[in-house]
């Protein structure tokens, strides 16, 4: 109700949104909302949208989490932003991109997602969604930026998979035809539903997600994880280096997604007025040796080369 709610008051200030998570994996995974539990709204807006969409939640009482406050003012830099209700009864987690920069690459473009959203008819109003190929690509590239360290992701993405033959594979296939880097999380997901899950994958849908021998690697390391401690370590980094298979696109990412990219947590390391910005690509590699450590920049070099 609250969703539908939502919509409705962003319909009349007209923003555009799209239903993330939730209600929509509800029912494109298990055909039921009372099948899925979910604590927070995901809501999708155009960048242009973000603003406005924040200060039409914030009229209605809600406020940033904590650390949120100026995230949505730095665009380029994240994704989302959360905002949580008067009542603290739930959260809204305003996104702009599916993924925050270093991970984009891994999953469906984002414009093109709205271009192919659908609508869902939920019990008290209809709310647009992306289809069910984007949606599936998009659950892939969530739970592997996140390692898979919560197994009910690995759940949604298993039960979709049961059901493949609902969904239109030669749309998949155009997707990471166009968008190459998709087809690596999604394989990985696969694979993972099958191992760790028991999934039954038809013979097509494990041609159109061949796992790579990277791929296979990948997934190894976060099946011991699962057996040994119950979770994995939910490194993105590791991760998504572990799946790419080109060297110099490894060391580019390093480069420019790991260490040259500016994140909210550098904006907050350090306070600095708009003028010393480009100081930010300099404290953002001291910032991470010492949060992280030596051994961490070790292994980050190690999987560039």
Not at 49 to 61: N, Y
Not at 160 to 167: F, I, K
Not at 172 to 199: F, K, N, V, W
Request: a neutral charge; one cysteine or more.
């Amino acid at each position: 109700m609250h969703l539908v709610q939502l919509f409705a008051e962003f319909e009349q200030q007209r923003i555009p949104c799209l239903a993330l998570k939730g209600p929509a994996v509800a029912m494109a995974a298990y055909g039921d909302l009372s099948l899925r539990q979910y604590e927070d709204i995901d809501i999708m807006v155009h960048t242009e949208d973000v603003a406005k969409a924040v200060e039409v939640l914030m009229a209605r009482g809600f406020q940033p989490g904590r650390g949120q406050a100026e995230r949505y003012k730095h665009l380029k830099l994240d994704h989302e932003v959360t905002l949580t209700a008067p009542d603290n009864s739930y959260s809204v987690d305003l996104h702009w991109q599916l993924a925050p920069p270093y991970a984009r690459v891994f999953g469906p473009a984002v414009r093109e997602v709205w271009l192919r959203a659908e609508d869902l008819q939920l019990p008290h109003g209809n709310v647009a969604v992306l289809n069910r190929e984007d949606l599936f690509l998009a659950l892939c590239q969530h739970g592997t930026r996140h390692r898979w360290w919560q197994l009910k992701w690995l759940f949604d993405v298993a039960e979709l998979l049961r059901h493949s033959a609902s969904m239109d594979w030669s749309r998949i296939e155009d997707i990471l035809r166009t968008h190459p880097m998709a087809r690596p999380p999604a394989s990985l997901a696969t694979l993972l539903a099958r191992e760790l899950l028991g999934i039954q994958v038809a013979p097509d849908v494990r041609k159109v997600l061949e796992s790579s021998e990277r791929t296979c690697m990948v997934a190894q390391g976060i099946r011991d994880e699962f057996l040994s401690r119950g979770q994995t370590n939910g490194n993105a980094y590791d991760t998504l280096l572990g799946l790419e298979q080109r060297p110099l696109v490894r060391a580019k990412y390093v480069a420019i997604e790991i260490l040259f990219t500016i994140t909210e947590k550098d904006l907050q390391f350090v306070r600095l007025p708009e003028g010393l910005r480009l100081l930010y690509y300099f404290i953002r590699p001291l910032r991470l040796l010492l949060q992280h450590g030596r051994g961490a920049a070790r292994r980050i070099w190690s999987m560039a080369r």
